[in-house]
Each structure stands twice: as structure tokens, then as C-alpha cells.
């Protein structure tokens, strides 16, 4: 059985997001969906929320499981016994980034690669945070995110107001 894992922050899980969930999950007998802590996020919504919203987006996906972990993304790997952390690549500013990434994972741990899909380019301009600056302003995000995402948006804001 092959499985891998898609690690990330998911603050909150975009369209661009599902879109690799979508592929990697057919991809791989098994996908785990892994919510890692980034030291350098401070997050919108908590670690529960997040869950919860993957929970949901991931209902037609019956190989997909949504995790979180403190450990390292490749120690996490070898708990499941997946060798393969699956990322988004969008633009070269993604590259550089997710380069650097995988280098520090190879460091760790050479049994584990590191498996990007090229994000599709209607896709290619979302991030969590523009998706965050946008419903900020009142502004639609339809599309952008999935329908859930969308309403916890409108409460989270609402309710800071
Ligand atoms: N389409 C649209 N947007 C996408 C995308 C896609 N396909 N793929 C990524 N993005 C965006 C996200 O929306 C997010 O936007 P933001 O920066 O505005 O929040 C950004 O690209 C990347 O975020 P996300 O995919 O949620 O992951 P991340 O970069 O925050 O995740 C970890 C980083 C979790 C993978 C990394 O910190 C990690 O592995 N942590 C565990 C500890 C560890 O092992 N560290 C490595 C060794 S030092």
C-alpha cells in the first residue's frame, strides 16, 4: 500500500489546497492530510477549527485522513509509513521555499521524498492569507475556497467585529 502525507497549515484549507488533495488522493492508496505547527504563522483559526474544516472538505475522499502532529513532517512519515510528503508548488517565489524545505528533510531523513504538484493556474494566485485579506475587506472569496470555508470566514470576522 503506497501512502503519503500533505503537510501543512491549512489556515484555512483553500480550493488550491483541495485541488491537491483531489490528485494526490488518487495518486496514493492513502493520503494523510497533516496539520503541522509553523512557528512562523500566527493562525486564524485554532488547530480545532482547521481540523474540523478539513474534516468536511475531505467527505468525498473515502483514502483521505486528517491528522495534526508536533513532530517533524518526516518523523511523522515513518509513524504512518508513508515515504512521501506531497506539496503545492504555485510560482517560483513557491520554489524557493519548498527547496530550502526539502533540503532540511533530506537532512533529516533520506527515506522520505519530498513529491510536488504544479498547482493549476487558476489556482495559482490564492493563499490562505490573501483568502483571509480578502473576506477582511467584505469581499467575496466564492470560488476561492471551499463553501465551508467560506461561511467559518464570515462568522470568524463577525465575530472579531
Ligand atoms: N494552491 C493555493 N495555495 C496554496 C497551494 C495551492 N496548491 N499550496 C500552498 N498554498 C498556499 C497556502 O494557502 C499558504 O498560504 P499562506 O502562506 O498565505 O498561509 C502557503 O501556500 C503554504 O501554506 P500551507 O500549504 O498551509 O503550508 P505551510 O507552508 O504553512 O506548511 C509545513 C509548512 C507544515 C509543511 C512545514 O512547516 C513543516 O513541515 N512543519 C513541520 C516541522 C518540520 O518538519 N519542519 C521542516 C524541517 S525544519
Redesign the pocket.
Known amino acids: 500500500m503506497t501512502k503519503a502525507v500533505y503537510?501543512?497549515?491549512?489556515?484555512p484549507v483553500?480550493?488550491?489546497?483541495l485541488?491537491?488533495i483531489e490528485r494526490a488522493s488518487r495518486m496514493y492508496d492513502h493520503l494523510y492530510v497533516t496539520?503541522?505547527?509553523?512557528?512562523?504563522?500566527k493562525t486564524m483559526f485554532s488547530l480545532e477549527e482547521r481540523i474540523e474544516l478539513l474534516n468536511e472538505v475531505i467527505k468525498g475522499f473515502p483514502n483521505v485522513t486528517v491528522d495534526y502532529?508536533d513532530?517533524?513532517?518526516?518523523?511523522?512519515a515513518k509513524v504512518v509509513s508513508a515515504p512521501v510528503?506531497v506539496?503545492?508548488?504555485?510560482a517560483t517565489m513557491?520554489f524557493e521555499?519548498e527547496l530550502q524545505?526539502a533540503f532540511?528533510?533530506q537532512y533529516?531523513d533520506q527515506d522520505v521524498d519530498m513529491v510536488f504538484?504544479m498547482?493549476?493556474p487558476n489556482?495559482?494566485f490564492?493563499?490562505?492569507?490573501?483568502?483571509?485579506e480578502i473576506a477582511m475587506h467584505n469581499r467575496s472569496v466564492r470560488g476561492l475556497v471551499p463553501l465551508v470555508v467560506e461561511d467559518a470566514l464570515k462568522r470568524k470576522i463577525n465575530s472579531v467585529d
Do not use: C, M, Q, W
Not at 496539520?35 to 504563522?41: Q, R, T
Not at 513532530?71 to 511523522?76: G, I, N, P, Q, S
Not at 490564492?126 to 483571509?132: G, H
Open positions: 503537510p501543512g497549515t491549512f489556515d483553500t480550493s488550491g489546497h485541488d491537491i496539520i503541522f505547527s509553523n512557528p512562523n504563522k502532529s513532530l517533524l513532517a518526516v518523523e511523522y510528503l506539496r503545492g508548488l504555485r513557491d521555499y524545505l532540511s528533510n533529516l504538484l498547482t493549476r489556482h495559482s490564492i493563499s490562505s492569507s490573501s483568502v483571509k
